[in-house]
């Protein structure tokens, strides 16, 4: 049993869909979608003191707090609320293969190469079921609303891992959002294969994507006519009104995003592109990278940061410690109006061997690395709000008419937010109370290896 203080009374009070309000409830101002009420009290950290009213599964009202209590009040005694929190970049079929994937290094080449010795030898649908269903399990007891994940689709796999994603998309509907995107290296629409591959992601519903680099290449795209295919994928995409989720720049010395940009451009995608890593622009000149943000902001394509995975993998090196920490430039981007997300991205895999589909502490994380402090101002929308407008879906904000879906943390300022993991956390969906045990690593049974 979770010993918050606020369970004890409260677990059985909220069971069932009711009307009841929530007094006193601290939220960034990010996190109510620039509607704040009138005459709210704003602390330091920018956050504002609310009453949230439920009825049933949905936010009725939020107004200032005021001393007058109904009797269907429940006092937080200015406690944070936040809305649960979205991952628009994960990879389901790779998690939790730690242990029984081959030894890696913490490289990114040798995280291909484990990764695709698992993937030959165990991804069948019955394996991708029980890893999925392991992830889902523990974000949902974490809080997490909604989740693109990102699909690996090689000729052979693509319909495996497709129809074992559409069984767990159903399975789990009612509690987190769930959206795919294909991921093959680019040069994997050059063939016919990449005709076929798109017709499986458009049967499901999904958006186009891959890396921005040749099959097998380490650095950089290797590809000499990378706008080629670009124009391949995206003349792909339109045919079945695809939108596109690419991973690009993810190497110092890739520069794959201009193209990107441009093509999206050429092909009138603009606002339906998104681009994850993209760490090499922090390589650049300051006058570069404000030409490179303004022709990003001209296509309008979203970015997402990864910053745990990134600084995992990046300039490892046998007894070195590394030089090179560079993640995506969050602050410039947004300074621009480029939608910026952060993700948790892998767990627990050949990519990272860390993680626990936790967006309260990817978030965490974030603010630590990219430092979105002092102040604060709204960085707790590049885990909520930000995400959700990517995915395009009703989530991440506090709002009237929006889903009661909440997290209650015990934290009074974003400092104690961020200093605590927060296992205490209540969490409601649809306004009704959801804590969830964390499923055992005894489920995922038959992974260790010598």
Same mark, same amino acid.
């Given at each position: 049993?979770?010993?918050?203080?606020?369970?004890?009374?409260?677990?059985?009070?909220?069971?069932?869909?009711?009307?009841?309000?929530?007094?006193?409830?601290?939220?960034?101002?990010?996190?109510?979608?620039?509607?704040?009420?009138?005459?709210?009290?704003?602390?330091?950290?920018?956050?504002?003191?609310?009453?949230?009213?439920?009825?049933?599964?949905?936010?009725?009202?939020?107004?200032?707090?005021?001393?007058?209590?109904?009797?269907?009040?429940?006092?937080?005694?200015?406690?944070?609320?936040?809305?649960?929190?979205?991952?628009?970049?994960?990879?389901?079929?790779? @998690?939790?293969?730690? %242990?029984?994937?081959?030894? &890696? /290094? $913490? =490289? #990114?080449?040798?995280?291909?190469?484990?990764?695709? !010795?698992?993937?030959?030898?165990?991804?069948?649908?019955?394996?991708?079921?029980?890893?999925?269903?392991?992830?889902?399990?523990?974000?949902?007891?974490?809080?997490?609303?909604?989740?693109?994940?990102?699909?690996?689709?090689?000729?052979?796999?693509?319909?495996?891992?497709?129809?074992?994603?559409?069984?767990?998309?159903?399975?789990?509907?009612?509690?987190?959002?769930?959206?795919?995107?294909?991921?093959?290296?680019?040069?994997?629409?050059?063939?016919?294969?990449?005709?076929?591959?798109?017709?499986?992601?458009?049967?499901?519903? @999904?958006?186009?994507? %891959?890396?921005?680099?040749? &099959? /097998? $290449? =380490? #650095?950089?795209?290797?590809?000499?006519?990378?706008? !080629?295919?670009?124009?391949?994928?995206?003349?792909?995409?339109?045919?079945?009104?695809?939108?596109?989720?690419?991973?690009?720049?993810?190497?110092?010395?890739?520069?794959?995003?201009?193209?990107?940009?441009?093509?999206?451009?050429?092909?009138?995608?603009?606002?339906?592109?998104?681009?994850?890593?993209?760490?090499?622009?922090?390589?650049?000149?300051?006058?570069?990278?404000?030409?490179?943000?303004?022709?990003?902001?001209?296509?309008?394509?979203?970015?997402?940061?990864?910053?745990?995975?990134?600084?995992?993998?990046?300039?490892?090196?046998?007894?070195?410690?590394?030089?090179?920490?560079?993640?995506?430039?969050?602050?410039?981007?947004?300074?621009?109006?480029?939608?910026?997300?952060?993700?948790?991205?892998?767990?627990?895999?050949?990519?990272?061997?860390?993680?626990?589909?936790?967006?309260?502490?990817?978030?965490?994380?974030?603010?630590?690395?990219?430092?979105?402090?002092?102040?604060?101002?709204?960085?707790?929308?590049?885990?909520?709000?930000?995400?959700?407008?990517?995915?395009?879906?009703?989530?991440?904000?506090?709002?009237?008419?929006?889903?009661?879906?909440?997290?209650?943390?015990?934290?009074?300022?974003?400092?104690?937010?961020?200093?605590?993991?927060?296992?205490?956390?209540?969490?409601?969906?649809?306004?009704?109370?959801?804590?969830?045990?964390?499923?055992?690593?005894?489920?995922?049974?038959?992974?260790?290896?010598?």
């Amino acid at each position: 049993m979770n010993d918050f203080p606020l369970l004890n009374g409260l677990a059985a009070r909220l069971a069932r869909p009711g009307r009841f309000t929530l007094a006193e409830a601290r939220v960034p101002q990010s996190l109510l979608g620039g509607s704040t009420p009138a005459f709210a009290e704003i602390d330091r950290d920018g956050s504002v003191l609310v009453d949230i009213m439920i009825e049933g599964s949905r936010i009725a009202a939020v107004t200032p707090s005021s001393s007058g209590r109904n009797d269907d009040a429940i006092s937080l005694d200015g406690r944070h609320v936040w809305p649960l929190l979205v991952d628009v970049h994960a990879h389901l079929d790779k @998690g939790h293969t730690m %242990g029984r994937a081959p030894e &890696s /290094g $913490g =490289t #990114h080449p040798g995280a291909r190469a484990a990764t695709t !010795a698992d993937r030959l030898a165990h991804w069948n649908k019955h394996d991708l079921l029980r890893r999925m269903e392991f992830a889902l399990s523990t974000a949902d007891a974490h809080g997490v609303a909604a989740i693109r994940t990102h699909l690996d689709s090689h000729d052979g796999q693509a319909e495996i891992t497709w129809n074992a994603f559409a069984q767990m998309k159903e399975r789990w509907k009612d509690r987190i959002t769930l959206q795919a995107a294909g991921l093959v290296p680019l040069d994997a629409y050059r063939e016919e294969y990449g005709t076929r591959l798109a017709d499986i992601i458009a049967g499901h519903g @999904g958006l186009l994507g %891959g890396v921005t680099r040749a &099959s /097998g $290449g =380490t #650095h950089g795209s290797g590809l000499d006519d990378i706008d !080629a295919l670009l124009d391949r994928m995206f003349v792909l995409a339109g045919e079945r009104g695809l939108d596109i989720d690419l991973h690009v720049d993810e190497a110092a010395q890739a520069d794959a995003l201009p193209h990107v940009a441009r093509a999206t451009i050429r092909h009138g995608y603009e606002g339906r592109v998104t681009c994850g890593h993209c760490c090499s622009l922090a390589l650049l000149s300051d006058d570069v990278l404000r030409d490179r943000i303004a022709l990003i902001a001209d296509a309008g394509i979203s970015i997402i940061t990864l910053p745990t995975v990134n600084m995992y993998l990046q300039d490892r090196e046998p007894g070195r410690t590394p030089r090179w920490r560079g993640v995506t430039p969050v602050k410039e981007l947004r300074a621009a109006g480029i939608t910026v997300a952060t993700a948790g991205d892998n767990c627990r895999d050949p990519f990272f061997a860390y993680g626990d589909h936790d967006m309260l502490d990817t978030w965490r994380q974030s603010v630590r690395i990219l430092h979105l402090d002092h102040p604060y101002g709204d960085a707790a929308a590049l885990a909520a709000p930000g995400p959700a407008r990517i995915m395009g879906i009703e989530a991440g904000i506090i709002g009237v008419g929006r889903p009661a879906d909440l997290m209650i943390l015990e934290a009074w300022s974003i400092d104690q937010v961020i200093a605590r993991p927060h296992a205490d956390r209540l969490i409601l969906r649809r306004g009704v109370f959801a804590n969830r045990t964390l499923p055992s690593y005894s489920l995922l049974g038959g992974q260790i290896t010598q």
